[in-house]
């Protein structure tokens, strides 16, 4: 197998989290020059925050962990913390700058596309690397994303149903994102199995 089609489903899952953070701290940052001055310093240290927890995952993405998954485990939970942190600080922020309603909904759009895309990119990479094996083994590959990629699309369509409905609270969208975000894993989860699992047989034959 190529390096270039080497595929970790650990940097895969880095990469999802990691394009979520930037997406919200762009809106985030475009909104943080319109803070009250009284609440502006606030504001400013949980930016600051939000983009020390980014820089650990980025960090991470530097790392090639591939099938090593008692060292993923350990850095996983450290990760999980990390995103645990940051998204506690993304509710801080607009808590203190008051709950902006289109600003809100522009963070949550803006993590929703994030969040479809990572699983596109993911889907094309899988798809361009089982482009290699023998036929049989390439019809596997494609037909699990194909089931998988069902699971990301339903996802996606409860985002946009939540998009949609205008003045939801932070909390309500932060819910739904993470349950849209699970359904995104586990799609993941699918499709790289089913990748390592072809990639094993195609080996053998």
Same mark, same amino acid.
């Given at each position: 197998?190529?390096? &270039?089609?080497?595929?970790?489903?650990?940097?895969?899952?880095?990469?999802?989290?990691?394009?979520?953070? *930037?997406?919200?701290?762009?809106?985030? *940052?475009?909104?943080? *020059? /319109?803070?009250?001055?009284?609440?502006?310093?606030?504001?400013?240290?949980?930016?600051?925050?939000? @983009?020390?927890?980014?820089?650990?995952? @980025?960090?991470?993405? &530097?790392?090639?962990?591939?099938?090593?998954?008692?060292?993923?485990?350990?850095?996983?939970?450290?990760?999980?913390?990390?995103?645990?942190?940051?998204?506690?600080?993304?509710?801080?922020?607009? =808590?203190?700058?008051? *709950?902006?309603?289109?600003?809100?909904?522009?963070?949550?759009?803006?993590?929703?596309? $994030?969040?479809? &895309?990572?699983?596109?990119?993911?889907?094309?990479?899988?798809?361009?690397?089982?482009?290699?094996? @023998?036929?049989?083994?390439?019809?596997?590959?494609?037909? %699990?994303?194909?089931?998988?990629?069902?699971?990301?699309?339903?996802? /996606?369509?409860?985002? /946009?149903?939540?998009?949609?409905?205008? @003045?939801?609270?932070?909390?309500?969208?932060?819910?739904?994102?993470?349950?849209?975000?699970?359904?995104?894993?586990? %799609?993941?989860?699918? $499709?790289?199995?089913?990748?390592?699992?072809?990639? =094993?047989?195609?080996? =053998?034959?």
């Amino acid at each position: 197998m190529n390096k &270039k089609n080497d595929i970790s489903p650990y940097t895969e899952w880095v990469k999802s989290r990691l394009d979520e953070m *930037e997406a919200v701290l762009k809106v985030v *940052e475009n909104t943080v *020059e /319109g803070v009250a001055a009284d609440t502006r310093k606030n504001a400013d240290q949980t930016v600051k925050d939000m @983009k020390k927890h980014r820089d650990a995952f @980025k960090a991470k993405l &530097k790392d090639e962990y591939k099938d090593d998954a008692k060292a993923w485990s350990e850095t996983s939970e450290k990760l999980e913390k990390e995103w645990d942190a940051f998204e506690d600080d993304v509710d801080a922020y607009w =808590k203190s700058v008051g *709950e902006k309603s289109d600003a809100i909904e522009d963070a949550f759009k803006a993590q929703a596309e $994030a969040q479809q &895309k990572a699983w596109n990119d993911t889907a094309e990479r899988i798809r361009k690397a089982a482009a290699e094996f @023998k036929a049989d083994r390439d019809a596997e590959v494609d037909a %699990a994303v194909a089931k998988a990629d069902l699971m990301a699309q339903n996802a /996606g369509a409860k985002l /946009g149903h939540m998009g949609d409905a205008g @003045k939801a609270s932070w909390a309500a969208l932060r819910s739904a994102l993470t349950e849209s975000r699970s359904a995104f894993d586990a %799609a993941n989860t699918k $499709a790289q199995a089913a990748f390592k699992d072809a990639m =094993k047989k195609n080996q =053998k034959t």
